[in-house]
């Protein structure tokens, strides 16, 4: 895999559960952009945080994947496997005096209202545990999503790059294996948009040029808060992939014909790649209606 292609995208689940409805239409949304455009999609397994794995969540996750047709280019990486890269990238920063040793706790921090950067830049001597933090506050990061259009974003606090229990940081690892991919486009959900202004400082620090981000829809649950691994969403039935993705193409604003859900995933997915208009997404956050089979979310016409 050419990993200077024009378009590389990438799908990057944490294995902390199996896949649930909100994540096939993230990996779905995002696999369609790539395909459309000609482009390559990846898959990465976030498993940075074995405290909160689930044993066997990885292995299932790939199997969904598999079963809904959503074949990937190139190797299934695992950030498991790529410390290296990020020991280096820190050792880096150091070099350039770009990180300092942050002592304080969440409780600390929540006490004070947020993190005094300055205060800690200042503390060099060993307090016991501590984060790594990125010198970065200050001014603002500009870019524009693909479907949410200009964005600012004021960076007012130095970002984590490895945690107290010395576990590496999301921020960093996932900036770093986006340089390292080769990544162009980033399409991932909306409950991720606030973490865009300080990864897009760190590719710059790194002297990578940012991917173009794109934040799709959320889907919501029963009680009205995202659809996610730790409200308990439930994974999907693998059985009813045809009907999934008819589904979770209603949700992103497209009407597939009722027929298509008795087709093979690849044929369905053929069908999606042919009419992918990032305008005809529907971007409303919204509950879906899992009552039951045949189960249709109302979109816009195609």
Known sequence: MDK??????????SPTGPLHFGSLVCALGSYLDAVAHGGHWLVRMEDLDPPREEPGAATRIVKSLEAHGLHWHGP???QSGRHKLYEATLAELAA???????HCSRAQIRAAGGHDNARCRGTREEQGPSALRL???????HFVDLWRGAQTQAIAEDTILKRRDGLYAYQLAVVVDDIDQGVT??????????????????FRLLGAPPPQFGHLPLVMGPAGRKLSKQ????????????ENLCIALGFLGFRPPGELAREEPEHI??????RWQRHQVDMRDR????????????GPAT
């Open 4 to 13: 200077f292609h024009p378009y590389v995208g990438r799908f990057a689940p």
């Open 76 to 78: 299934l990486e695992w």
């Open 96 to 102: 350039r005096e770009l990180i300092y040793p942050c």
């Open 135 to 141: 010198i970065c506050t200050g001014g603002e990061e």
């Open 185 to 202: 486009h980033t399409v991932r959900g909306a409950d991720l948009i606030d973490t865009t202004g300080a990864q897009q400082r760190l």
């Open 231 to 242: 409200n308990h969403a439930p994974a999907i039935n693998d059985a009813s992939a045809p």
């Open 269 to 274: 997915l053929k069908w999606a790649a042919a």
């Open 287 to 298: 509950q879906l209606d899992f009552s039951g089979p045949g189960t249709r979310d109302p």
